[in-house]
């Protein structure tokens, strides 16, 4: 089987998803996982859940680990631009004859044993499968929509690490943050080490009440047993935020947060505070405190406000942003530093142009409401089978809400009239859809990171 096998595989279980046999192609996760060697047994770590940031703490968690001195395996969902960016050791996805060795040898005992899981089944257990052929026995692990199904749960890892809750995703977890906290945080399991980040009131309250029917957990809560504070000073690159992060074991002191955004702050504590935990549950040793800095500051995270400074579509040249934003509050969170972009751009007689893009589900008019209402806004489609058509979240945005909205039939020529638009040297956004992000990094000539 070569890579191209394994996409077309997997894009055909995302394009053909039969609903009522959901569950039990969930259940067959344990059973394909025991099929093949149990994998899972030689790994510990974290598995991270939440609404928004897990992607971003994941990848400040693996930059934590490797200061421990410890291989970091770490499982990033979804992916941008390919499947093989969703198994990295130290941060750097495998080759694709890497994915494909490891895919083949899962799909092999699936088809033996008659054992049809989804498509986040094969992601899971090719990674833990590629972890044990390469040596690598520490997991940083991303859930993907919830928690307590989510194939990564699966692996078993016994520090749970939740970023935040929020209202998305309300057809499959439920319309009310508490129950969309009680599928997420059920991921937990008895004995378990978990991090809670900053919640709400009442995503607070529905987490104590599933946690209170677990046995022999340890917890540490953000603004109680973990507090951060940050604060930006002047470096030799420009501004840089620092941030003091104290936890039950330590006390750690002038950390680098190289990812744009007040936000990340948060994420970046709650990383630190769940390697803690790790070295709590003796996984690793504690991270040495230089190369702690050293490695956070170096922390990448495509496609979460990410700039190209000088990107090229066709003759225009200009400037773009790309955020994988899916939800009102992911919109609202990085707004101020779209804002700033904005700002920067020094063209107030052009304003940015949005590229946009959602899966049917969305609240679209929630997620476009906290950019202003007067800039040019290109709706369009992605490869997905989830995605919207274009014509259709026009319709359900109202006349009177935006400024000039336009469709296109897809990504690359919604590149191509935003930046006709934004005009030479212009700002383009793109947000409302990771897929979208993958699709505009490729059509930029950005390799997968």
């Known amino acids: 089987m070569d890579y191209q096998e394994c996409v ?25 996982l025991a099929a093949l060697g149990h994998p899972e047994r030689e790994l510990r ?27 970091a395996g770490s499982m990033p969902s979804p992916h941008l631009q390919e499947p093989r960016e969703r198994i990295r050791v130290d941060g750097v996805p495998v080759t694709r004859a890497e994915y494909a060795a490891a895919f083949a040898e899962v799909h092999r005992a699936a088809e033996r044993d008659d054992l049809p899981v989804m498509a986040t089944g094969l992601y899971a257990a090719t990674a833990a499968v590629h972890f044990r052929n390469a040596g690598v026995r520490l997991a940083v692990a991303e859930a993907s929509i919830g928690g307590s199904r989510a194939a990564a749960r699966e692996l078993d890892l ?54 209170d029917r677990r046995t022999g957990l340890s917890v540490w809560r953000m603004d109680r047993e973990i507090h951060y504070t940050a604060r930006t000073v002047d470096g030799p690159g420009g501004p840089t935020a620092l941030v003091d992060v104290t936890t039950p074991r330590a006390v750690h002191r002038d950390l680098p947060c190289p990812l744009p955004g007040a936000h990340q702050h948060h994420n970046l504590a ?17 991270p040495d405190a230089a190369d702690l800095r050293t490695r956070l500051a170096a922390t990448r995270w495509p496609g979460r406000l990410e700039l190209v400074p000088a990107a090229r579509l066709g003759d225009w040249t200009g400037r773009v942003l790309l955020d994988g934003a899916t939800n009102p509050q992911g919109v609202a969170t990085v707004t101020p530093e779209i804002l700033r972009h904005a700002r920067a751009a020094g063209h107030p007689d052009r304003p940015p142009v949005l590229v946009f893009s959602a899966f049917a589900h969305k609240d679209v008019p929630g997620m476009l409401a906290p950019l202003p209402a007067h800039w040019p806004l290109i709706l369009t489609r992605t490869g997905s089978h989830e995605c919207a058509d274009p014509a259709a979240l026009r319709a359900r945005l109202a006349p009177t809400d935006r400024g000039p909205c336009l469709t296109a039939e897809d990504t690359r020529s919604a590149l191509r009239r935003a930046g006709e638009l934004a005009g030479p040297g212009g700002l383009v956004v793109v947000l409302g859809s990771l897929r979208l992000v993958g699709e505009a990094r490729t059509a930029l000539g950005l390799p997968p990171a």
């Open 270 to 286: 709650v990383a630190v505070a769940a390697v803690d935990a790790m070295v709590d549950r003796g996984h690793v040793r504690a």
């Open 8 to 32: 077309d595989i997997l894009e055909e279980l995302h394009g053909h998803v039969d609903w009522p046999l959901r569950e039990a192609r969930h259940a067959n996760v344990p059973r394909l």
């Open 158 to 211: 016994d520090v749970k690490v939740v970023t935040g809750i929020g209202l998305d995703h309300v057809g499959l977890l439920g319309d009310t943050l508490a129950e969309i906290t009680r599928a997420k945080v059920e991921a937990v399991r008895d004995g378990d080490h978990v991090v809670l980040g900053r919640l709400d009131p009442e995503a607070a309250a529905a987490a104590g009440r599933v946690l």
């Open 45 to 71: 770590g974290m598995l991270v859940v939440g609404t928004n940031g897990k992607g971003s703490t994941c990848a400040f968690a693996v930059s934590a680990v490797a200061a421990t001195g410890a291989r």
